[in-house]
T-cell receptor, first 110, second 114 residues
């Protein structure tokens, strides 16, 4: 059974820092991996989608990598801003559904 | 708005009551998904529709939960005899054709069972 783990569960950084969020999954047979952002009381906003044949994706200050063989992905956020404060969820797809981790709650202080 | 919409945004009900939650997918999206997110957890899959039919309902927790999509667009998630443990945020997502295409999520319905 596929399991997704995100470390750390929570992270607090001062504005301007670069940071890395980690995601690991137990079964490497995946179609893709997605990173989402969730603001309190809100739905999910897709940040980056990495297909299983890809190694990384970039969007603005965000860079996500995928190492299928080791079952790991990282989300790198450059020059963090207070507006980046949210919960970041990692999800893998191996069949119909997305399998989510519990998320990392990020707080960026000004 | 071109995104996935869900109504109501909040629903408070009493234990034992029946509730319906509605999802309007992005126009043209043939695939629709329901997920449930409990406090402090990631979303968990409930059911997937391709067109009008439920192609995968393996995530429904028990027979109190049922979902329909009669015209292949709007979907309704129905919960009978609600229990306090059903309290969660119910999220809907849609995409073009299912498969490994990106899923786009709605804002969710927060259900509270008293």
């Amino acid at each position: 059974k596929q399991e997704v783990t995100q470390i750390p569960a929570a992270l607090s950084v001062p504005e301007g820092e670069n940071l890395v969020l980690n995601c690991s999954f137990t079964d490497s047979a995946i179609y893709n991996l997605q990173w989402f952002r969730q603001d309190p009381g809100k739905g999910l906003t897709s940040l980056l989608l990495i297909q299983s044949s890809q190694r990384e994706q970039t969007s603005g200050r965000l860079n996500a990598s995928l190492d299928k063989s080791s079952g790991r992905s990282t989300l790198y956020i450059a020059a963090s801003q207070p507006g980046d404060s949210a919960t970041y969820l990692c999800a893998v797809q191996a069949g119909t559904a997305l399998i989510f981790g519990k998320g990392t709650t990020l707080s960026v202080s000004s | 708005g071109a995104g996935v919409s869900q109504t109501p945004s909040n629903k408070v009900t009493e234990k034992g009551k029946y509730v319906e939650l509605r999802c309007d997918p992005i126009s043209g999206h043939t695939a629709l998904y329901w997920y449930r997110q409990s406090l402090g957890q990631g979303p968990e899959f409930l059911i997937y529709f391709q067109g009008t039919g439920a192609a995968d309902d393996s995530g429904l927790p028990n027979d109190r939960f049922f979902a329909v999509r009669p015209e292949g667009s709007v979907s309704t998630l129905k919960i009978q005899r609600t229990e306090r443990g059903d309290s969660a945020v119910y999220l809907c997502a849609s995409n073009i054709g299912g498969g490994d295409n990106e899923q786009f999520f709605g804002p969710g319905t927060r259900l509270t069972v008293l």
